[in-house]
Structures are given as structure tokens and as C-alpha cells.
């Protein structure tokens, strides 16, 4: 994948979701919810502040992040589904 996210902005790729209950009952697709789990995957320059500078990111490729359900665009690239999204849209960052 070749994309490089402007300014502030980071492209995600969700974690896919358990497709059972804790029961071990299955679940469709259907009925699944977007996970809220992903993982940077490519981040911005940084944010463009009112004077002109830019503030470097706070996250970086390979973390693991909090992201709002219905945040973001969501494209496909070489068959994949990611997000792009602002750095204000992240929730939290995961820690290992």
C-alpha cells in the first residue's frame, strides 16, 4: 500500500472482530458492530497550527489505537478496508 496522509491525519486498519459469543454462539455478519480497535498504520506530518508551524503527531505506525465506531472515511486500497481519520478522532492509544 502506497498512501501517504496529509497534515494531521493517520490511516487505520480495524481489528477484526471475534465472529462468536463468550456463549459460542455465532454471529453474522450482519449483526457484528465495526470494531473500535485498529492499528496506525501511516500517520501525517503533523498538525498545522495558527502560526504556521507544524505540530508533530502524537501517535505513530504500529500502535494500537481507540477509535470512534463511525469516525473517519473509511477506503479501499488493493482490497483492504482502512480509515482515515483525523488524530483528534483517536480515543487512546493501547499500550503493549
Do not use: C, F, H, Q
Not at 505506525?61 to 463511525?70: E, H, T, W
Request: glycine share 10%; proline share 5%.
Amino acid at each position: 500500500m502506497n498512501i501517504r496522509p496529509l497534515y494531521d491525519r493517520v490511516v487505520v486498519k480495524r481489528w477484526e472482530e471475534e465472529k462468536t459469543s463468550p456463549g459460542g454462539i455465532v454471529i453474522p455478519d450482519t449483526a457484528k458492530e465495526k470494531p473500535i480497535k485498529a492499528e496506525v498504520i501511516a500517520v501525517g506530518n503533523g498538525k498545522l497550527l495558527d502560526d504556521g508551524e507544524l505540530r508533530p503527531l502524537s501517535v505513530k505506525s504500529g500502535d494500537k489505537v481507540l477509535i470512534g465506531k463511525y469516525s473517519g472515511t473509511e477506503v479501499k486500497l488493493d482490497g483492504v478496508e482502512y480509515v482515515i481519520l483525523r488524530e483528534d478522532d483517536i480515543m487512546g492509544v493501547l499500550d503493549a
